[in-house]
């Protein structure tokens, strides 16, 4: 019996014209305690007002830089941290009303960035990978552990019985994939799942993942700081600024044209790969802000070309464009209601 | 004009629980003023072979065979005063976390000013007057208050500006640089890359700027050299490893790089993992991996062959490709 | 061939089906690799089976003095170890004495590791308000000198082998409590721990699986390390009044019985310093080696 076939996942509900899982206004403030008696003295104000949603079978990549967002966004959308507010609706079941935690996460699982610190170093392999199926009370964990082990590359026979360390970086990352594959998950959040790999063994697990993906009918959400492997895997891209989305767009759409100042900045930091045309100014000066004490209005200003006064005092939504609906982008530049001066003009070249 | 960097035959071993031949029998010259990145994935020898050139290599657990010469001194030959003289003045390193690089318990101006003082013998006041002109070249804004603040204080781009202004205060003929952008955000990143690409030309310093980026080592760099299981796989200038890599691991890491391939394509990936170096390669480390291999490649060591000028591979196909052309 | 593509370095080699090894199987074995911490194994055991079967060595009796024969030295005739101020025989005091000092060394240590490690993993792992409270608690406890504190419980409590058990019990939570604390919620902050709860897995199954494996062997060691201070508190105890009393035969006792003889004798006053010390290094060693070879990863 193939492993396709032991492949359980909960039953579909909607239909393929439901999203799998729809996010409405997120939020998560972190306080930050100091002084003599531990008082909040200022939060973290980490997401803000994040929605999105990710249909059936779509891999939804997320980019940003540090202190984005991007991986407090994964924790909240599987329940590691709990949100201040907003919906978490899986396959049409808001999670905390018809949808339990713990049947969240069988639906929901994530693959993260540091394959050596997400292994406890005392299981082995096998037990960790068996694990989850056996928290799901799933029938016959240790084979099924075995068979995912196989199906993502690594013989159970020689690897069930060892420890992480005795495994290089890709081989762990194979095992957290099996881990999360095991208990039959429908959407898989990956964040930096392949970052920390070297690039030739980065290059095998992505095609691992797009085979997985195929093979069982996964929904990913990627999560990562590389374009380039973002725009290869995934369907459509959502990014992200100090907590918040500053657009999201079909990948061929965003790859055309970046529709928000910062995401246009964000593609020009890549480094060119061709040495007749190097980089000749950085798109950005400095470092993104705190996220403690964000910018008001949109967050952006303070380090945009285009900022005008409406930017510093005015919260933009998150739109479409006129022409491309499925291009969203939160700008004043492109909403001509906006007082901006050159509202409803787009970004200039 | 003297070489400013010479490395012949370098074999570096590490022993201990497990032997690890980190760096086998490397080769590499470097003229006055040139700008190399040593590009390879990890455990290929690119950070051991920074660390032989600082002489931080521990004497007790590592043998070293062959010999660097750094603007015709003999490295491996320093020790005491003479190494401490030699790391700073003439060699510094840019290091890939400022935040562990530099110290926390002082200013970044008086960490500045005692590398000054130590390695010219100036007086406090002129040590800091240099700190401060260093800071304003590395384009911090508001210099003069910055001199005063803690690493603590300062974001990470910030901090990574503060160690390459430490690194150059004194003026070395040759600036390491060990990854010193993969911990920042891609925005600052390409901020630093062109910051050290000026001050290379200010400066005139020659540059080894250690990555596993290849976008990176464009940015920064006019010749690369390729590393691979503690050997140098492939060198030239950049126009050549990027247009037209030769070693099947050049091309692999080129195709691996994800710029331009189709959307959901199958990537064209290299098998497989690097070997783990408990034994001395005695034919091709590539060979395991390689689309290309030949019984000859698992037989002995290919060759280092030269073609053009300072154009170098390491593959027993390299004249075969040659010849095609 | 999609399948071969998207295996990792394993294609190179022939795979070998390897045994199974369990983890404890593999502490044994790096153990029995370990020699001096099998040579310390061996004297604690040595000495726990001595004072268990010490009435079957056929050793004098450890109660019965003689006025003539009193500090005799070490190799007198009929007194190997030569004899105490009352002229009792040493080796069967010593041996004797193991009973109750080993007792009393090992035992409130190991209460006090179930107790610590129990308060200390579920401060660590619920954290917030729990953890206040019973770190706060604990804090109290820690503010007194540790003799100070097993004095006043004992003297409450009243004098006797029982009494002065549970008051060194008491004293040793706090800093068992707080060393489980610290490791425990170094080991909550790991990814690993996030990924079980990805699970599902409720609080006391990742506690079971995740946290108690990693955590228990610092805590172990530290245990360990706390035995000889408890043996000497305990004679501390004994000097008082309020722990063993004469004329059992207790190491600590001992040593404060013979202190007198310091002039006369030394080396017969050192013997109960010496086995206490003998004691307490061998365990401090055998913790030692318990730590490397709990270490998966050497």
């Known amino acids: 019996m193939s492993v396709t076939e032991t492949y359980a996942p909960s039953a579909d509900t909607g239909g393929p014209g439901q999203p799998l899982l729809i996010v409405r206004d997120l939020q998560k403030h972190f306080p930050v305690s100091g002084g003599l008696l531990g008082r909040t003295q200022a939060k973290v104000q980490a997401v803000d007002r994040v929605s999105f949603s990710v249909k059936k079978g779509e891999t939804l990549g997320i980019v940003g830089e540090s202190g984005c967002g991007k991986s407090t966004t994964a924790k909240l959308l599987i329940g590691l941290t709990e949100k201040d507010r907003g919906e978490i609706i899986f396959d049409g079941h808001a999670l905390g009303e018809r949808l339990s935690l713990k049947d969240l996460r069988r639906g929901v699982q994530m693959v993260f960035q540091d394959s050596y610190a997400t292994l406890n170093p005392r299981l082995t392999i096998l037990d ?66 392949v970052s920390a790999l070297d690039k030739s063994v980065e290059a095998q697990v992505l095609n691992l993942l797009g085979d997985l993906r195929a093979e069982f009918g996964l929904t990913y959400i990627f999560i990562s700081h590389d374009l380039n492997v973002v725009r290869f895997i995934s369907d459509r891209i959502l990014v992200m600024y100090l907590g918040e989305v500053v657009e999201v767009a079909p990948v061929d759409s965003i790859w055309a044209e970046q529709a928000h100042p910062y995401t246009r900045s964000l593609f020009s930091a890549m480094p060119s790969m061709d040495p007749d045309d190097r980089t000749k100014e950085p798109p950005l000066v400095g470092d993104p802000p705190n996220p403690i004490n964000p910018p008001k209005g949109c967050r952006f200003h303070t380090r945009c070309r285009f900022a005008a006064e409406a930017c510093k005092t005015k919260v933009p939504k998150l739109a479409g464009l006129s022409g491309n609906a499925d291009h969203l982008v939160a700008c004043h530049l492109h909403d001509a209601a906006s007082g901006h001066p050159k509202a409803g003009q787009g970004v200039p070249a | 004009m003297t070489k400013l ?19 086998n029998n490397v080769s590499l010259s470097m003229e006055q003023g040139e700008t190399l990145a040593l590009l390879g994935e990890s455990g290929s020898g690119k950070s051991v072979t920074l660390k032989a050139l600082l002489g931080l290599l521990p004497p007790k657990r590592s043998s070293v065979e062959g010999s660097i010469h750094v603007n015709g001194t003999d490295v491996l030959s320093l020790s005491g005063k003479a190494l401490q003289r ?39 006041a002129d040590a800091l007057s240099t700190a401060l002109d260093m800071l304003d070249r590395v384009r911090i804004p508001s210099a003069n208050r910055r001199l005063h603040s803690y690493p603590h204080e300062l974001s990470g781009g910030m901090r990574q500006r503060v160690m390459i202004a430490l690194a150059l205060a004194c003026r070395p003929r040759l600036l390491l640089a060990d990854e010193p952008t993969t911990a920042l955000d891609a925005t600052v990143q390409i901020q630093i890359l062109l910051l050290l690409r000026e001050l290379q030309k200010e400066f005139g310093m020659g540059v080894i700027f250690v990555t596993h980026d290849i976008g990176v080592a464009v940015e920064i760099s006019e010749r690369v050299a390729v590393m691979y299981a503690g050997q140098i796989v492939e060198e030239g200038t950049t126009r050549e490893i990027i247009r037209d890599g030769r070693h099947p691991y050049t091309q692999g890491l080129l195709a691996a790089n994800l710029h331009d391939v189709a959307r959901g394509a199958r990537l064209n990936a290299i098998p497989g993992a690097p070997p783990a170096l408990e034994v001395k390669p005695d034919a091709c480390p590539f060979a395991p991996r390689c689309s290309h291999v030949m019984p000859a490649c698992r037989a002995a060591l290919p060759p280092m062959v030269t073609t053009e000028g300072r154009r170098r591979v390491a593959c027993l196909h390299a004249d075969a490709v040659v010849a095609a052309e | 061939m999609a399948l071969t593509d998207t295996t990792g370095g394993q294609a190179v080699e022939p795979a070998p089906i390897e045994k199974p090894q369990g983890y ?30 010490a009435p079957l060595l056929g050793l004098a009796d450890p ?36 009973r109750l000092t080993l007792f009393i060394g090992l035992m409130p240590v190991v209460l006090a590791f179930f107790i610590g490690s129990a308060l200390g993993i579920t401060a660590g792992y619920v954290g917030g308000l729990t953890n206040t409270i019973i770190m706060r608690t604990v804090d109290v406890f820690f503010a007194f000198p540790s003799v100070l504190l097993a004095i006043a419980i004992s003297g409450a409590l009243g004098a006797g082998i029982v009494n002065s058990l549970v008051s060194l019990t008491i004293v040793f939570i ?24 990805a699970t599902g897995a409720n609080a006391w199954t990742v506690i079971r699986v995740h946290v108690i494996g990693n955590v228990l062997s610092p805590i172990f060691v530290y245990a360990t390390s706390l035995t000889s201070v408890c043996m000497i508190l305990a004679a501390g105890l004994s000097f008082l009044g309020i722990g063993v009393r004469p004329p059992e035969p207790e190491w600590g006792l001992m040593l404060n019985t013979l202190r007198s003889a310091i002039y006369v004798n030394p080396w017969l006053s050192a013997l109960p310093g010496v086995m206490i010390f003998i004691t307490s290094l061998c365990l401090n060693l055998l913790s030692d080696g318990l730590r490397s070879a709990m270490n998966v990863r050497d």
């Open chain 1, 128 to 193: 960790s990978v068996a694990f989850g199926a056996q928290v799901q009370g799933l029938a016959d964990p240790k084979c099924l552990a075995r068979k995912m082990m196989d199906r993502v590359g690594l013989d159970p026979n020689r690897f069930a019985h060892r420890y992480p360390h005795e495994l290089s970086g890709g081989q762990r990352q194979r095992v957290n994939i099996a881990r999360a594959l095991a208990m039959s998950p429908r959407l898989v959040v990956l964040d930096e799942a």
């Open chain 2, 5 to 23: 960097l010479e490395i012949n035959d370098l074999t570096v071993r590490f022993s201990g629980k497990r032997t690890v031949h980190a760096i």
């Open chain 2, 86 to 124: 030699y790391r700073g003045a003439e060699v510094s390193m840019v290091f890939q976390e400022p935040a562990l690089a530099l110290d926390p318990v002082y200013t970044v101006g008086h960490q500045i000013a005692e590398s000054v003082m130590r390695h010219k013998g100036v007086s406090k």
């Open chain 3, 24 to 53: 404890w199987s593999g502490v044994g074995a790096r153990l029995v690799r370990d020699p001096l911490t099998m040579i310390c194994a061996g004297v604690v055991l040595a000495l726990i089976l001595a004072a268990v079967f």
């Open chain 3, 63 to 98: 109660y019965k003095g003689s006025m003539i024969a009193r500090l005799k030295p070490l190799g007198t005739e009929g007194h190997i170890l030569g004899t105490d101020e009352q002229g009792r025989d040493m080796l069967a005091r010593l041996i004797y004495g193991g």
């Open chain 3, 174 to 197: 706090p800093p068992i409590t707080r060393v489980a604390e610290a490791v425990t919620s170094g080991v909550r902050a790991l990814d690993y721990i996030d990924a079980a709860r």
